[in-house]
């Protein structure tokens, strides 16, 4: 796949980075020393953690070149790491490990977050942050014009259940806090949300094709945004985007 693009991926910043606050909020750990951010992307996620805990050893994990570049630059007191954020280990038990809108990129979540949960320090939390929109039109609309054009059907794939997540959690030896949330996030045109998903969801769906089959792909994935998403009155398009939170405090060593 090719590399992350920084820049398209913060043209819609604030909407990306209200769910990483609001997750944020729910960590009650002041006293955090040791923290690593999975996923960190630009490092917009990793701010929100500097401004939390301004004197922890942050680590920033990504396997984005560009993306890490970008993080380094902009938060130079922060460390950063081109890891797979599914491997990596760090140096000491955590108090804070942070994945917003990273872990649903990696598979194997059955193991994954039994692994994430061994990471944390007694005390230590796991906070996650995850789109949960695999059924969304907006979603379901990209591997329909896939199959629609003949071009192999990508994307990530769906989450576990709640419940699924909090046995995995409750079993590793962690008390467990799990929430979804739905923002509707107002869009200006059909185009706009294309232009959002272009940086994430779209990615996998386009790499691996010609400039006219995606030119022709995109025509046919928006027209079926169009027919699932109206105009409100004010002539503005509301984009459903369920998230699913968990956060996890590891009880015993």
């Known amino acids: 796949m090719t590399d992350w693009n920084p820049s398209l991926y913060l043209q819609f910043a604030s909407e990306r980075t209200r ?28 701010e929100l953690l500097r401004g939390a805990w301004p004197d922890a050893v942050i680590t920033g994990v990504d396997n984005s070149p560009a993306m890490l570049e970008k993080a380094q630059k902009a938060l130079p ?31 194997g979540h059955s193991t994954l977050f039994p ?7 007694t005390d230590g939390v796991l906070a996650v942050q995850m789109p949960d929109n695999w059924q969304e ?22 989450l576990e259940s709640v419940q699924r997540y ?3 959690l409750s079993g590793s030896r962690c008390e467990v806090d799990v929430w979804r949330t739905t923002y509707f996030h ?9 232009e959002w998903l272009s940086a994430t969801g779209l990615r996998p769906f386009l790499q691996d094709l010609d400039s006219v089959s995606q030119k022709a792909f995109l025509s046919r994935y928006l027209q079926l945004l169009e027919e699932h998403y109206p105009r409100q009155q004010n002539g ?11 956060v996890a405090r590891r009880i015993t060593s």
């Open 236 to 246: 503005q398009i509301l984009l459903a985007f369920p998230r699913l939170f968990i």
């Open 186 to 194: 107002p869009m200006a045109s059909h185009q706009a949300i294309v």
């Open 19 to 46: 769910p990483a606050a609001e997750l944020l909020a729910r960590i009650a750990k002041p006293s955090a020393r040791h923290i690593a951010d999975l996923g960190c992307g630009p490092g917009n996620s990793t």
């Open 77 to 107: 007191d922060c460390q950063f790491v081109n890891a797979d954020i599914g491997a990596w280990q760090p140096e000491q038990p955590l108090d804070v490990l942070y994945a917003n809108a990273s872990l649903q990129w990696v598979s």
């Open 166 to 168: 909090y046995d995995l």
């Open 115 to 121: 692994h994430l949960a061994s990471l944390l320090a």
């Open 137 to 158: 039109p907006s979603h379901a609309a990209m591997r329909q014009a896939a199959a629609e054009l003949g071009h192999p059907v990508h994307g990530r794939i769906p």
